[in-house]
C-alpha cells in the first residue's frame, strides 16, 4: 500500500515534469486553449461568486461579536479584509474548481481514453498530451487565479454587507480601511499561490483521465480521485506558502 | 508462411509483395504473454481476416503494427519501414498511408461528424484549402453514404452511422493499408453486413490492403479473401473461407461452426 503510494506519487511527478517538456515544443494548440479556457471561466464563475459572496458575508457577521468585546469594531474590515484576500478567497475558489474543472478534466479526458479517442489522436498524426493536457493545464492555470482574484473582489463585497447589518460603515470609509490594510505582502503571495493550484488542480486531473482504467467505471474512479488528490494538495500548498511568507516575514 | 493453405488462391501466392511484414513478434504484459513469436504478411491488394477468440491479442497486433504499443521483441516492417525505428515525426508521416478503423470508432465526442472528418487532415499538415477540406469531407461522407450528417453531433448518430463516420475519417487521407478492429461487433446483423459490403467497395475503389480483426463469422465470409488464425499468440493457420471451414484442426472449426 505504502510503496503503491509511491508508485503513484513518481508517476505524478513525470507527468507533471513532462507538461515542461512539452509545453516548450512549437505548434500551440492555441484555439483549443482558448477554448479550454472558456469552458473553465463559463462553469465555474457562477459558483466561485456566490460562494465567495457567502464567505465574505459570513466571515464579517461572525467576527464581529469578538471584536465587539474588545471594543475594538472599527477594526472589523482591517480584520476580515486579510483572512478574505489571504486565505480564503483563493483556497475557496481551488477547492470548488477541484470539484468542478478537475473532476471534469478527469471524467473527461477518462472517457477519451477508454473509447480510444486518444489513440485515435495519435493515429492522426496529434500528440495528445500537447492536444489535451497541455492545453488544459495551462487554462486551469491561468483561470483560477482569475477567479481567484474576481472571488477576493466578491467576497469584500460580501463583507461591506456584513459589516452593515448592525452598524454603519460608509462605502467609502470601509474600502479605505480595506485598502490600507491590505499591502502587497498580503496580496502577491496570495495570488502567487493560486497560480500553483491552478496547475496542480490541472495535472492531476490529466493525469487521472489519462490513465483511466479500461470500462466506464474507471472514468467514474478517475473523477472521483482527481478530486480527492487535487483538493488534498490545494491544502498541502496552501500550508508551504503560509511558511514561506513567514520565512520572508511577509505574514 | 507454414500452414493449411493451398495456393488456389491469387492472395496466397508468394511472390506478391508484402506491405506489411512481420516476424517472431513477442509482446506479453507482465505475466500475460499475449503474442509468442507471430509471423505475418499482408500482401498488396488482400483483404486479410485475423480470426481469434476475444483476448487472444488481435487488437494488441494491430496497434503495435500503427506504433501505439511497442512489441517487445521482433520485427514489423510495414511499407518497408522498420517501425521499430521510426522516431515520432517519421511515424507520423507512416501513419498517413495507414487507416485505423478503432472498435469503439473512437469518434471526438465534442466534434462535429464534419470537425472529426477534418481533424486527420489538417493535424497531418496536408496544405490544402478551405474547399479541397471541404470537398475532401463531403467525399468521404458520400463513400459511407451519410453526407447528410456533416454538421451533426457522434453523439446524434446511431451504432451503425457512427462505424460509417469512423471509416470515412479513416478513409480521408486515401490510405493504402486499412486495419479494422472489430468492424462489425456490436451492430446487428444487418448493419453488420453493410458494413462489410462497405469493405468490399472500398478495397476495390482505392485499391487497399487491410488486415480485418474479426470473429463474426458473417462479416469474414463476405470481405476475408484468406483468413488467418491468431491461437496462443501465434497465427497457426491460414487459407481462404472454404479451406479453413472444412479443416479438420478442432481450434479452427469451432469458428465456423
Ligand atoms: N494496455 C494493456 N495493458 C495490459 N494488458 C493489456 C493491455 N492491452 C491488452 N492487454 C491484454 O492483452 C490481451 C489481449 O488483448 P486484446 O488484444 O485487446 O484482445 P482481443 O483479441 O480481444 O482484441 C488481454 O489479455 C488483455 O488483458
Ligand atoms: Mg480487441
Not at chain 1, 463583507?159 to 505582502?185: E, M, P, R
Amino acid at each position: 500500500m505504502v510503496k503503491e503510494i509511491f508508485i503513484e506519487i513518481g508517476l505524478i511527478t513525470r507527468f507533471a515534469g513532462r507538461f515542461f517538456r512539452e509545453l516548450i515544443k512549437p505548434q500551440l494548440e492555441f484555439s483549443e486553449f482558448v477554448r479550454q479556457c472558456f469552458f473553465i471561466g463559463n462553469k465555474s464563475l457562477s459558483l466561485v461568486g456566490i460562494t465567495a459572496f457567502i464567505m465574505g458575508l459570513v466571515i464579517t457577521i461572525q467576527s464581529r461579536p469578538t471584536l465587539v468585546e474588545f471594543g475594538a469594531e472599527a477594526w472589523l474590515p482591517k480584520m476580515v479584509s486579510v483572512s478574505l484576500v489571504r486565505e480564503i478567497a483563493p483556497v475557496i475558489t481551488a477547492l470548488i474548481c477541484a470539484g468542478k474543472i478537475g473532476s471534469g478534466i478527469g471524467a473527461e479526458l477518462g472517457s477519451m481514453k477508454v473509447t480510444e479517442q486518444i489513440d485515435a489522436m495519435y493515429v492522426s498524426g496529434t500528440n495528445p498530451y500537447k492536444f489535451l493536457v497541455v492545453t488544459r493545464v495551462m487554462a486551469t492555470t491561468l483561470m483560477i487565479p482569475i477567479l481567484a482574484i474576481m472571488a477576493d473582489g466578491v467576497s469584500l463585497y460580501g463583507g461591506y454587507l456584513g459589516a452593515n447589518i448592525h452598524g454603519i460603515v460608509s462605502w467609502d470609509l470601509y474600502w479605505n480601511q480595506v485598502f490600507d490594510t491590505l499591502v502587497f505582502g498580503d496580496v502577491l503571495p496570495s495570488i502567487i499561490k493560486t497560480f500553483f493550484f491552478g496547475y496542480v488542480i490541472g495535472i492531476i486531473g490529466s493525469y487521472k483521465g489519462f490513465n483511466s482504467n479500461r470500462g466506464t467505471e474507471g472514468v467514474g474512479q478517475s473523477a472521483n480521485s482527481a478530486v480527492v488528490i487535487s483538493s488534498l494538495l490545494v491544502f498541502i500548498i496552501d500550508l508551504l506558502a503560509v511558511q514561506i511568507t513567514d520565512v520572508l516575514n511577509l505574514n | 508462411m507454414d500452414g493449411t493453405a493451398v495456393n488456389t488462391n491469387i492472395f496466397t501466392k508468394p511472390d506478391r509483395d508484402a506491405v506489411i511484414t512481420i516476424r517472431n513478434l513477442y509482446k506479453s504484459f507482465g505475466d500475460n504473454k499475449v503474442l509468442n513469436g507471430l509471423d505475418l504478411d499482408l500482401y498488396r491488394g488482400e483483404n486479410m481476416v485475423v480470426l481469434g477468440k476475444s483476448g487472444s491479442g488481435k487488437s494488441v497486433l494491430i496497434k503495435i503494427i500503427i506504433g501505439l504499443m511497442r512489441p517487445d521483441n521482433g520485427s514489423v516492417h510495414v511499407l518497408n519501414h522498420d517501425i521499430c525505428q521510426l522516431n515520432s515525426s517519421q511515424l507520423d508521416k507512416m501513419r498517413v498511408k495507414v487507416g485505423f478503423l478503432f472498435q469503439s470508432n473512437a469518434l471526438y465526442d465534442s466534434m462535429t461528424v464534419r470537425e472529426n472528418l477534418e481533424f486527420p487532415l489538417r493535424r497531418h499538415w496536408i496544405k490544402t484549402t478551405k474547399e479541397e477540406v471541404n470537398r475532401l469531407v463531403m467525399e468521404a461522407l458520400k463513400n459511407v453514404g451519410l453526407p447528410h450528417t456533416v454538421d451533426m453531433m457522434p453523439s446524434e448518430l446511431s451504432g451503425g452511422m457512427r462505424k460509417r463516420i469512423a471509416l470515412a475519417r479513416t478513409l480521408i487521407l486515401k490510405p493504402e493499408i486499412i486495419l479494422y478492429d472489430e468492424p462489425t461487433t456490436g451492430l446487428d446483423p444487418i448493419t453488420g453486413k453493410e458494413i462489410s459490403h462497405l469493405m468490399l467497395d472500398i478495397q476495390k475503389k482505392y485499391n487497399t490492403s487491410s488486415i480485418i480483426i474479426s470473429h463474426d463469422i458473417n462479416c469474414v465470409k463476405i470481405v476475408a479473401n484468406r483468413i488467418v488464425m491468431l491461437i496462443d499468440g501465434k497465427c497457426e493457420a491460414t487459407g481462404t473461407y472454404h479451406e479453413l471451414s472444412i479443416s479438420k484442426d478442432n481450434r479452427v472449426k469451432q469458428f465456423f461452426e
